[in-house]
Structure formats: C-alpha cells, structure tokens
Nanobody
Framework: QVQLVESGGGLVQAGGSLRVSCVVS????????MGWFRQAPGKERQFVAA????????YYADSVKGRFTISRDNAKSTVYLQMNSLKPEDTAVYYC??????????????????????WGQGTQVTVSS
C-alpha cells in the first residue's frame, strides 16, 4: 500500500518560515509527480505547488509564488515545501499528494486535485499576526 505522511507543521509568527515534509512509502517514489494542497476552515481545498518526477519542473499558485519553494529528495522518498514570509492567510491544513507512476502532468492538470491518486492526512500550519 502507498502511504504519504506529512510532518513539520506548527505555529509560526507572521513573516516567519516553516518547512513541511512528506514521506512516501509503499512503492517507488521517483516516477510520481508530487503536489501540495491546503484547506482552511470553510474553504475549498486549494492548490499550492507541484513538482514533476523528472525534468525539475515546478508549479506554484499565484498566492504563494516567490514565497514558497517545493523540492524533492528521491533518495529519501521525501518532498518538501519551504514556506517563507508567511502570512495569516496561509493558515490551513497542508496536504501532500502523489500521482500514480508516469501519469501525464502539466500546468493545466497539476492544479487539479483529481490528478492525484494518493493523499496524506495533512499537517496543520498556523500563522499568527
């Protein structure tokens, strides 16, 4: 079975930084595109960032571009989301997601939750003002 486990969430002051991690187990990680989504109370799940399984391409929501950075370490089967200059509106549960191996991925499809087949349980990020 495929498992995704997020960690690294917590409470941080506005303007601060935080890095959340997602460890994938159960199968090879290298051929899956990975994404981060977030969901605040009363709001829909929102795309944050994604990284493809090869080529080094990354994609970001406009609301986080320039502040957040997604990266991956295939040797450790881990994807990271470095969050800088955090704002109170970044407060949400952050979810890690993965596609099945070799799934077609582009800027037109990567922002859709339906593109992803596996999801973690989420980690809470709270930004105080």
């Amino acid at each position: 079975q495929v498992q995704l486990v997020e960690s690294g969430g917590g409470l941080v002051q506005a303007g601060g930084s935080l890095r959340v991690s997602c460890v994938v187990s159960g199968r090879s990680f290298s051929n899956s595109a990975m994404g981060w989504f977030r969901q605040a109370p009363g709001k829909e799940r929102q795309f944050v960032a994604a990284i493809v399984w090869s080529g080094g391409y990354t994609y970001y929501a406009d609301s986080v571009k320039g502040r957040f950075t997604i990266s991956r370490d295939n040797a450790k089967s881990t994807v990271y989301l470095q969050m800088n200059s955090l704002k109170p509106e970044d407060t949400a549960v952050y979810y890690c997601a993965a596609t099945k191996p070799d799934t077609f991925f582009s800027g037109s499809t990567g922002y859709k939750a339906s593109t992803y087949d596996y999801w973690g349980q989420g980690t809470q990020v709270t930004v105080s003002s």
